[in-house]
Every structure is written in structure tokens, then in C-alpha cells.
């Protein structure tokens, strides 16, 4: 789950990391009220789940509430668009007015889960501002990490080697530690999966502040985290990952026509790839889970059948602890319930597949059955080309 930037920073507080004093606006009035209440020269931000808005036109300094008036009028409602929101871009609904600091640096932090290794780690940079992709393709030695030992906080030496690759002088080292360390804090305490301050800046009169806020959370731990579920904004998803979500269905849209059903991430990885392997695209990753019942197929359906470019159905089905044969009674009774007017290719594997399948075969309604990944690929490949299955 994501959230916004000011949402993050109102953690950050909690948690003592140093931010600037900001309000959210979701009206040009609300924003020209925060501007006067802050005086002096404040930052207008576009608030969307993206990175890339100052380049988009969507973060703006104004000396006083008449410019933020003008500057909010022009953000509020456009669509933003950055490399982060695609061509379509994103419509902004909210701003972030916070008072503006008088930067002397900018840096980077940011803290993410290393599969590789198997730990979290923090990483900095004295490349603040810039996206980090572009710093880790074309400087790599200007990010420096820490990993942390499971089990373990991070240490002193840590805070302090990381301190100094920031190039922080005097007071800035301790203050650059305590800011590091609150971080962290923050990051375990409320079980995110991602967390950068992008740019992390040491200001004229030496304070370490947080200037950015992107916090990404573990989903499975959300039933521990008290209120954070109110934090999400669903005018950011995709309408149709938010209604697989209501389901407990795990719903990636993508750009192709040749629509996937599968119980299994990395079946549907799999599948996904066989299908690109033979010339066609998939419309969407969609893993029903270990379980895929009448209920759970029929909402996939509909979920999958809303997308207008979508040609064809894959249902690629590995039948372990539960039975095909209950899958295919499953599918069959969903297909009664949902409207299908598009080639529908099933291929099950497992047990009771071949019972499944002659189920399939027997039923009144429309299947191409497959018997291999190999085959159902082809003949889903093949019917969203308009060709014979």
C-alpha cells in the first residue's frame, strides 16, 4: 500500500524525523489558508503516488497567499503527467503547502528489503534531487548501503559510516544520525516495504530534514497497523485493481490483449511468459489464489472481462491440495453467472485433471481445452489474433 507525501511526513513526526511545517489543501481556499497561516515563502506540491512532479510542473514556490492562489488554481484538477504515471498521468486532487527551507544540500536516504541478502538495507548518497535509478546506472560508488542484521536495530558504527558518506561536518554528523536513526524507527515500527526521502536536505543553519516522504507498506501486516488502512487513496489505483483487491485477488493490469487466469504468482509469471514466448501479450497478471471457486473465478471474470482489450481468456490451473475437478465445477457454474463472449482456453494440470477436463469437454458451454502450457499458449495466442484456437 502507498500513500501520500504528507501522510508520510505525518509519521515521519511521530517518529522524530525532522520535516518542514506543512497542510494539506484540497481546495485552492484551503491552500491560500495554509500559505497565510505559514508566511513567507512557502512549495506548493501536487500530491499523487509518482515521483518526477517538480519536472512535471507540479511542485511550485510561491512568495505569498495571492501567487499560491494562482499556482494552486493551475495544479488542482490537472493531470500530472511524469515518468512514473505514463502518458495518461495522474489527476491531482490535493496539494501539500508546507513553508519553505533554505537548502544548503540535498542528499538521498532510503531503506528497502535487499531478497537478494536477505536483510534490509539503508542506503544514502550525496546525490539528493536526482532520480536513483539514474545514480545507480551511471555512479553506483555514490551510493552507499548498510545492511541490517535481522533481529538487530541499526548500530551507532552504522549511522556514523553512513553520516559521513552523506559528507556531513560538525553538528550535521549527530544530527544527520539522529534523523538516520528515526528513520529506521519509522520503517520497523510501521512495517513498510519501501521508505525514501528524496531529497534528504541539510539546510543553511545545519538541520537535517526530511524534504520527501515515499513510504510503501507490507500489505500482509496492515490487520497490526491501526489506521493505516484509512490512509489509502483509491482515486491512485487502478479501478480494477481495487475491485480484484475487495476479493483477495491479485490483479496487475497490463497492456496486452490475451486475458490470464491462474492460482499461483509464479504459475502466473510463467504463464505470462509462454505467452509472450509464442507472439502475444498478456492483458494482465491475475492469481486467484489456492483456492479457485465459483466466487473467486466468477469475480476474476468480470474483473478481467471489463478491460476492453482483452481478446481472449487463459485459465491456466494447477490442481495440488485442491482437486481440478473442483476447479472445473467452479469454472463451469461462474461461466453460468458471468457473461462470456470471448474465446475462453483452459488448461488444468494435476490432480483429477483428466476428470476436469472431460468435465470441461461434456459441459453446454464453449471451452477450448488444452492440454499443455505449450498448447494452451498457442491457442490463446491464437484466438486473440482472430485465428483458428
Same mark, same amino acid.
Given at each position: ?49 509518482? $515521483? ?33 504515471? $505514463? ?82 561536518? $560538525? ?34 543553519? $545545519? ?8 513510504? =510503501? ?20 489505483? =487502478? ?44 492483458? =494482465? ?22 478491460d476492453p482489450h482483452v481478446k481472449t481468456v487463459l485459465i491456466n490451473i494447477f490442481g495440488g491440495i485442491v482437486r481440478c475437478d473442483r476447479i472445473a465445477e467452479g469454472i463451469i457454474t461462474a461461466m453460468g453467472q458471468v457473461q462470456v463472449d470471448l474465446p475462453v482456453v483452459v488448461r488444468m494440470e494435476g490432480t483429477n485433471a483428466e476428470l476436469a477436463r472431460k468435465m470441461l469437454a461434456e459441459s453446454n458451454l464453449e471451452f477450448i481445452v488444452a492440454t499443455t502450457l505449450e498448447d494452451a499458449a498457442q491457442k490463446a495466442v491464437a484466438a486473440a489474433k482472430g485465428g483458428q484456437a
Amino acid at each position: 500500500m502507498k500513500i501520500h507525501e504528507y501522510q508520510g511526513k505525518a509519521i515521519f513526526a511521530e517518529f522524530g524525523v525532522p520535516v518542514p511545517e506543512g497542510y494539506v489543501a484540497f481546495t485552492v481556499d484551503e491552500a491560500v489558508a495554509a500559505a497565510k497561516k505559514l508566511g513567507g515563502k512557502v512549495v506548493v506540491k501536487a500530491q499523487i503516488h509518482a $515521483g518526477g512532479r517538480g519536472k512535471g510542473g507540479g511542485v511550485k514556490l510561491a512568495g505569498g497567499p495571492d501567487e499560491v492562489r494562482e499556482i494552486a488554481e493551475s495544479i488542482l484538477g490537472m493531470q500530472l503527467v511524469t515518468h512514473q504515471t $505514463g502518458p495518461e498521468g495522474k489527476k491531482v486532487e490535493r496539494l501539500l503547502v508546507e513553508k519553505a527551507s533554505d537548502i544548503d544540500r540535498e542528499l538521498y536516504a532510503g531503506i528497502v528489503l535487499d531478497r537478494a541478502k536477505g536483510r534490509y538495507v539503508m542506503m544514502v548518497s550525496t546525490e539528493g534531487g536526482m532520480e536513483i535509478e539514474k545514480v545507480a546506472a551511471e555512479t553506483p560508488e555514490k551510493i552507499v548501503k548498510e545492511w541490517i542484521i535481522p533481529g538487530y536495530d541499526l548500530q551507532p558504527f552504522q549511522l556514523r559510516r553512513l553520516a559521513y558518506a552523506l559528507e556531513l561536518q $560538525g553538528d550535521q554528523v549527530k544530527k544527520g544520525m539522529q534523523t538516520l536513526q528515526a528513520l529506521w524507527r519509522a520503517f520497523v515500527a510501521r512495517d513498510c516495504s519501501l521508505m525514501e526521502v528524496n531529497p534528504l536536505v541539510v539546510t543553511s543553519d $545545519g538541520e537535517v530534514i526530511a524534504l520527501d516522504a515515499k513510504l =510503501n507498506f507490507d500489505d500482509n501486516a496492515l490487520y497490526r497497523q491501526t489506521g493505516l488502512a484509512d490512509l489509502r487513496d483509491l482515486s491512485e489505483e =487502478n479501478p480494477h485493481e481495487v475491485e480484484a483487491s475487495k476479493y483477495n485477488l491479485n490483479y496487475i493490469k497490463l497492456d496486452g490483449n490475451v486475458g490470464c487466469m491462474v492460482n499461483g504468482a509464479g504459475l502466473a509469471m510463467g504463464t505470462m511468459d509462454i505467452i509472450k514466448l509464442h507472439g502475444g501479450d498478456p492483458a =494482465n497478471f491475475l492469481d486467484v489464489g489456492g483456492v479457485a471457486n465459483a466466487e473467486t473465478v466468477a469475480n476474476g471474470f468480470r474483473i478481467i472481462l471489463d478491460d476492453p482489450h482483452v481478446k481472449t481468456v487463459l485459465i491456466n490451473i494447477f490442481g495440488g491440495i485442491v482437486r481440478c475437478d473442483r476447479i472445473a465445477e467452479g469454472i463451469i457454474t461462474a461461466m453460468g453467472q458471468v457473461q462470456v463472449d470471448l474465446p475462453v482456453v483452459v488448461r488444468m494440470e494435476g490432480t483429477n485433471a483428466e476428470l476436469a477436463r472431460k468435465m470441461l469437454a461434456e459441459s453446454n458451454l464453449e471451452f477450448i481445452v488444452a492440454t499443455t502450457l505449450e498448447d494452451a499458449a498457442q491457442k490463446a495466442v491464437a484466438a486473440a489474433k482472430g485465428g483458428q484456437a
